[in-house]
């Protein structure tokens, strides 16, 4: 064989080994986008116990991974204009990944003091609050996304074969590593962290990197000390990961109100143990026990309902009040089981022959089993559907005689839309003649405007209406306190005296705690009637902008 052509040979030779290593690079950019996006999910959940999951907070945090890929991917560029050994570079930018999804938890557990700081420092700023929110996420995710970002770069000068070619190359790379990124969202969300928790899911995630880190490793040819190190380093994270605890009740947006100092809130902490904790679909859903013997729900860290008495009497007038207005009681459609103590009221009721009650998240049914007798939730009246209230009555065409709505706090993305016109029109639909419509209102998220939007709002639809105070007994007349729980009743015709309903509840509840008349559509008429009040709608839905800023700035107590 002629030089030439033993030449020619070993050219062909090293042409189809290097395709055979932009093929494995190739795949390998899916994998690695199937574990950023993995991540993303991860990382979101788990910042949201601490941020809320507000559309200030959601938008933050997405900002902030996006501002790291964007970092990285500028110095990713540069990078791989200059690398000799571009296999290796992936390779050391997928370990860094790797190991830094490991390290997540730690990384939570130390910026939950910090954000209490924050909170301390900027709350009465409300914008001031969230940039520095922004900047705590950016700082969480900077390393790992700009990772991430990089990746991108390097592995396009990897596929590249030809300057011609190079849209081709380009396009192929960016396309597997969002078929990836796709995979690895939808597997996360509605196949990995049900089934295995989160803290196991971000093992998942970190493995993916590490496979992905040590085959690169390999086609570089690098030494194989690298890859010695790569995986001590790994499995040293891994331990960690599992010896330091997930923090699953975080200091968070949700209890910046209660704890005047960091201790304080460490202290009460000590006192608190879970009993049921279900990482799902729609979130963690978790039951705690305190020091006196009290259950607390927390869904996504919001604390939901309680043993405690103030909780129980809202959630029992919740059930009672409608109950005592409607002048039948057949049929009765509860949104939102939440600790199920309305349920067991509703079911108190012999003149109930059958309960639907909707409920979007089915580890809430589970929950459930901690503060109400098991046999509550399997009466042969009781019906439940796991669906979202709003969708459920869009496709339903059956009609009720009281419908209760207790849905989540309104500053959450997606639970606003149940405080809105055109949800409370899509509720009069389902109401019989003579039904009545009870909708739970958390007045400590509401400043004086949007108390009147409610009331606008409601009015707008029930042309009879009741509005009551759950929580503080025995109100001088106008005194309407922006504290606690309101109850908001309403009805196509006439209701019924308020002194023979308020005698009437109070007989049927369970614990004889006293409450208050705050108004009806007489009293509150100038509010129906002003165009300066605006209404809640879909289009324009003011409590999901305005209750998180409530809750983080304060209002007044009263009017």
Not at 208 to 221: E, K, P, T
Not at 274 to 288: C, E, Q, S, T, W
Not at 404 to 428: A, H, I, M, N, W
Not at 496 to 517: A, H, R
Request: glycine residues 8%; charged residues 20%.
């Amino acid at each position: 064989m002629s030089k030439y052509s033993s030449k020619t040979a070993k050219q062909g030779v090293q042409l189809v080994k290097r395709k055979k290593k932009r093929t494995l690079a190739f795949y390998a950019f899916a994998l690695s986008g199937a574990a950023a996006l993995m991540y993303e999910v991860i990382w979101t959940r788990e910042l949201s116990l601490l941020f809320g999951s507000s559309v200030y907070a959601v938008s933050t945090m997405l900002t902030a991974f996006m501002a790291g890929l964007t970092l990285g991917a500028y110095i990713g560029g540069r990078i791989a204009d200059r690398a000799k050994n571009l296999f290796f570079v992936f390779g050391l930018l997928e370990f860094g990944i790797g190991i830094f999804g490991l390290i997540t938890f730690p990384l939570i557990n130390f910026i939950s003091p910090v954000y209490f700081y924050i909170y301390n420092f900027f709350h009465q700023n409300f914008y001031l609050f969230f940039l520095a929110q922004f900047t705590l996420a950016f700082m969480f995710m900077l390393i790992p996304t700009s990772l991430m970002g990089a990746t991108f770069p390097v592995v396009s000068k990897i596929e590249t074969r030809r300057l011609e070619e190079l849209g081709e190359d380009v396009g192929s790379v960016y396309s597997i590593n969002t078929l990836g990124s796709i995979i690895g969202s939808f597997s996360a969300g509605f196949l990995i962290i049900p089934a295995i928790g989160v803290k196991n899911a971000t093992l998942v995630a970190a493995g993916l990197n590490i496979a992905v880190a040590l085959i690169m490793l390999v086609l570089s040819r690098k030494s194989t000390s690298y890859l010695l190190g790569v995986l001590s380093l790994f499995s040293v994270l891994v331990a960690v990961m599992y010896i330091v605890p997930e923090d699953y009740f975080p200091f968070s947006f949700y209890h910046v109100h209660r704890y005047k100092t960091y201790d304080q809130y460490l202290e009460q902490k000590k006192q608190i143990k879970p009993v049921f904790i279900k990482d799902g679909l729609y979130g963690r859903v978790a039951v705690m026990q305190d020091s006196y013997g009290d259950y607390f729900l927390a869904n996504d860290g919001k604390i939901e309902g309680s043993t405690v008495i103030t909780d129980q009497k809202t959630t029992s007038l919740l059930a009672h009040l409608p109950l005592s207005y409607a002048p039948r009681k057949d049929k009765v459609l509860i949104i939102g089981l939440g600790t199920g103590q309305t349920l067991r009221e509703v079911l108190r009721h012999s003149e109930v022959r059958e309960v639907i009650c909707v409920e979007i998240n089915p580890d809430i049914l589970q929950a459930a089993a901690y503060f109400v007798p098991e046999e509550i939730l399997e009466d042969p009246r009781v019906r439940f559907v796991i669906a979202d209230g709003r969708h459920y009555l869009k496709l339903t065409k059956e009609t009720f005689d009281v419908i209760s709505s207790e849905p989540s706090y309104p500053y959450s993305q997606g639970v606003s839309q149940l405080f809105t016109y055109e949800f409370y029109q899509l509720v009069e639909k389902h109401l019989e003649p003579d039904g009545i419509f009870c909708q739970w209102i958390p007045l400590y998220l509401l400043s004086g405007n949007e108390f009147f939007s409610m009331i606008k709002t409601f009015g707008a639809v029930y042309p009879y209406f009741d509005v009551w105070h759950a929580t503080i007994p025995n109100l001088p007349p106008g005194k309407i306190p922006l504290d606690g729980d309101a109850v908001f009743i309403g009805g196509k015709m006439p209701l019924k005296n308020v002194e023979t309903i308020k005698k009437k509840t109070l007989q049927l509840m369970p614990l004889k705690e006293d409450f208050s008349f705050l108004g009806n559509q007489v009293l509150f008429y100038r509010y129906l009637n002003d165009p300066g009040i605006s209404l809640i709608t879909d289009d324009l839905n003011i409590l999901e902008f305005r209750a998180p800023f409530n809750h983080i700035v304060g209002t007044s107590s009263s009017l």
